[in-house]
């Protein structure tokens, strides 16, 4: 075939190639094998948490890890709720006050049908304080301004020795919510819309 002809046969099926490759994969993150694990997020105070583009997190949906370098984070990918167990590292020092941090996914549990920050929740203590807990499939009970765990499907806890996340029993398990403090770190996040 000349090279004439080869160039003109590549511009005719390229494009084709293109949208079927775009058809059959439309999302890499959507896809329910789709991991993180590995992925470094970074945060400084000019830009905050630089998560990936489909991702969502409220501030209390994070729980960091006593005298450790990690956190347990709930939240949303492509609508998918998702509990990642990160380790923290300071990149840069900006001042006696502000860092740059560098977060990175150890691992992951991916729950498909829950809702990040209701049904599964990191806002809970047990008789071992730094070993972090979460709950999914949780329902709550109104007391006050609080919401507590009236029951859930199951629990996590962070075995800190072997870096990750593991499915533990609810023995002395306490988990609470206040909705007006949620809705207040909401409220916070929200960019300003006001013109200057």
């Given at each position: 075939m000349k090279p004439r002809r080869i160039a003109l046969t590549l511009k005719r099926v390229a494009p084709a190639v293109a949208a079927a490759w775009l058809a059959a994969s439309p999302s890499s993150a959507a896809e329910p094998g789709f991991t993180y694990v590995g992925r470094p997020i970074y945060s400084d105070p000019v830009n905050g948490l630089q998560l990936p583009p489909t991702c969502i997190i409220e501030p209390t949906w994070r729980l960091r890890i006593s005298r450790s370098e990690m956190e347990?984070?709930?939240l949303n990918c492509d609508s998918v709720a998702r509990v990642w167990l990160l380790t923290r590292h300071p990149v840069e020092m900006l001042s006696a006050r502000e860092a740059r941090l560098r977060f990175e996914v150890i691992d992951e549990r991916v729950f498909p049908g829950e809702t990040a920050g209701e049904s599964l929740s990191v806002q809970c203590t047990a008789p071992v304080e730094d070993a972090g807990r979460v709950v999914?499939?949780?329902r709550w009970r109104g007391s006050g301004h609080e919401l507590h765990l009236a029951s859930a499907q199951g629990a996590l806890r962070v075995d800190a020795a072997r870096r990750q996340l593991v499915d533990t029993d609810?023995?002395?398990?306490?988990?609470?919510?206040?909705?007006d403090r949620e809705a207040m770190m909401r409220k916070l996040q929200q960019p300003d819309r006001v013109p200057r």
């Open positions: 347990v984070w709930v999914h499939g949780a609810m023995n002395g398990l306490d988990c609470v919510r206040f909705p």
